[in-house]
């Protein structure tokens, strides 16, 4: 007897499912995309700490200075041109050139004309500057002995840091080898010392890379971030606040919503041109100052607070307006009582993130002359400066090797003051979110 065969709903029993099939891929499908998005987030995890362990490496050195131990014997007919011991003779006093007589000193062995002024190359140009500034607190000091520890060349302090390559032939070197030999000698007698560079924030630019700091940047940083979120941040609250709870719903405010999210995405470069044609141009603002950097960066920030405050105004629960409505308050008491305030923690995160924007911009301050060499720190916004963005870029520019250290450095500092800046913003945030 045959077996029978099954038609109809039966035969449909007996097939594959199907959809058992499907449901497998798709879920197998997931999981790929899973694995690619968790890839693609280790790969950029990688390659931003392989770029942050670069920076650190490179630059983390710049926080030290080399120094040389030297006993110095203050000789009055050099220190002291007009034997009067006044400050107005103690100042023009060739301090250097003691500090290279008591350096010296120490190889008595070398006569040779070169081989003494190679060794003086040892010394920075401003080694002097610690014993002027001990003779201008105690002129007593004259005609003595003392023990002081001055600032080495930049050659020196990268040698001493380990940043030049022995093992290299000599002519490709900037060190010889009878300044290596200089050098160790020293670093044996207990000459060499390292201490804490505190002159990198305290200093402003210089032709040498051991003196070259970040204090005159840091210092128009400050003005020029102070300014621009000074005028920024209460023309854009008022803008938004406008445009989202007065402003009548036309086409005009059609327009000026579309060209504010425009402006947002406007290259820096352009509000530099812009500053360069008006602000310095027109109005004769001083150039490269830390006010017309101010006002140039307020207006690359406008867009970005007023676009962060309007989400944050959208973002209260109509309850609220609706419950002070209820209790007779006027439309201006609604906004100014009751939705500014609960907005507020998304109105300081936008101005907080547009400042952090502004801090990292260089093209738009460069245009406006904030790239000049820029020595003193800056005590107004009408006084030159530069930026630290402006000043890595300088550095970057610079031949020496010290300098490669300088930049590292300022990219590190500059880094922190942005990953403080955004930290504030989330502390804000969740400091006075209010949860409905």
């Known amino acids: 007897m045959t077996d029978a065969v099954l038609v109809g709903p039966a035969a449909k029993l007996r097939r594959p499912d199907l959809s058992e099939t499907r449901i497998r891929r798709r879920y197998a499908a997931e999981r790929r995309f899973r694995l690619y998005g968790m890839l693609a987030i280790g790969f950029a995890v990688f390659m931003l700490g392989f770029l942050a362990l670069t920076v650190i490496f490179q630059g983390y050195s710049a926080f030290w200075q080399t120094r040389i131990a030297l006993d110095v014997t203050i000789d009055p007919a050099k220190v002291d041109p007009d034997n009067t011991r006044l400050p107005e003779s103690l100042v023009r006093g060739d301090y250097q050139a003691v500090v290279r007589d008591a350096l010296r000193d120490l190889f008595p062995d070398l006569t040779a004309r070169a081989d003494r002024k190679a060794l003086g190359e040892f010394l920075s140009g401003a080694a002097g500057n610690d014993v002027m500034r001990m003779v201008l607190a105690n002129p007593a000091l004259i005609g003595t002995k003392q023990h002081v520890e001055v600032l080495a060349d930049d050659s020196i302090d990268m040698l001493a840091k380990g940043r030049v390559d022995r093992s290299v032939p000599e002519a490709d070197r900037p060190i010889k080898d009878r300044e ?8 044996q007698g207990g000459h060499i010392v390292s201490t804490l560079n505190f002159n990198f924030f305290a200093t402003g630019d210089s032709r040498e890379p051991e003196q070259a700091g970040v204090g005159g940047a840091l210092m128009g940083s400050f003005l020029t971030i102070l300014t621009a979120i000074l005028l920024s941040l209460p023309i854009s609250v008022a803008a938004a606040i406008y445009l989202e709870e007065f402003a009548p719903k036309n086409k005009l405010t059609d327009v000026i919503e579309i060209n504010i999210n425009n402006l947002a995405a406007v290259p820096s470069i352009v509000f530099g041109l812009l500053g360069l044609a008006v602000l310095l141009g027109f109005f004769g603002l001083p150039r490269g100052a830390p006010l017309v950097g101010g006002m140039v960066l307020s207006l690359m920030t ?3 607070i007023i676009i962060a405050t309007r989400a944050a ?16 308050a006027s439309k201006q008491q609604v906004v100014m009582h009751h939705v500014l305030p609960l907005a507020m923690p998304g109105v300081m995160t936008g101005a907080i993130i547009g400042t952090a924007r502004a801090m990292g911009e260089s093209a738009a301050v460069l245009m406006i002359g904030m790239v000049a ?16 963005p402006v000043q890595i870029f300088l550095w970057a520019d610079a031949p020496e090797r010290a300098f490669v250290e300088r930049t590292s450095a300022g990219i590190m500092v500059m880094l922190a003051f942005l990953v403080l800046m955004n930290a504030a913003a989330v502390v804000i945030r969740r400091r006075f979110e209010r949860r409905w």
């Not at 720190?377 to 009408?382: A, V």
Request: no cysteine.
């Open 180 to 187: 290596i030999a200089w050098f160790d000698t020293l670093k």
């Open 373 to 388: 060499f820029i020595v003193d720190i800056p005590k107004s916004i009408t006084d030159p400066a530069t930026v630290l």
């Open 313 to 328: 105004l959208k973002a209260v629960p109509p309850s609220i307006r609706e419950a002070a409505y209820g209790v007779g």
């Open 302 to 304: 406008l867009p970005t």
